[in-house]
C-alpha cells in the first residue's frame, strides 16, 4: 500500500479536485491520498467525488484553515 501525498495549498478550484480525481486515477487498490489544501468549497466537492466513485472517504480534518482529505482507493 502507497500513501501519496497531494498539496494543493494556495489553489482555487477546480485545481484541488482535478488532482485528486488525477491521483486517485493512478492510484492502486488499497492506496492511500491525501489531499492538503486551503480552498472552502474543494473541501466540500472531494468528498462528494470520492462518494460518486464509489472510494472510501477515510477522514477530513481542519486546522487554522487548512483542511486534509484521506481517500482510499
Known amino acids: ?3 501519496i501525498k497531494l498539496d494543493c ?3 482555487t478550484c477546480p ?3 482535478v488532482e485528486a ?3 486517485l486515477r493512478k492510484a492502486k487498490e ?3 491520498v491525501e489531499v492538503i489544501g486551503t480552498h472552502p ?3 466540500k466537492e472531494i468528498p462528494m ?3 460518486a466513485l464509489g472510494l472510501e472517504l477515510i477522514d477530513v480534518e481542519e486546522k487554522d484553515g487548512v483542511w486534509k482529505i484521506r481517500i482510499q482507493r
Open 1 to 3: 500500500m502507497a500513501e
Open 9 to 11: 495549498t494556495g489553489e
Open 15 to 17: 485545481v484541488p479536485l
Open 21 to 23: 480525481r488525477k491521483a
Open 30 to 32: 488499497g492506496d492511500v
Open 41 to 43: 468549497s474543494s473541501k
Open 49 to 51: 467525488a470520492v462518494k
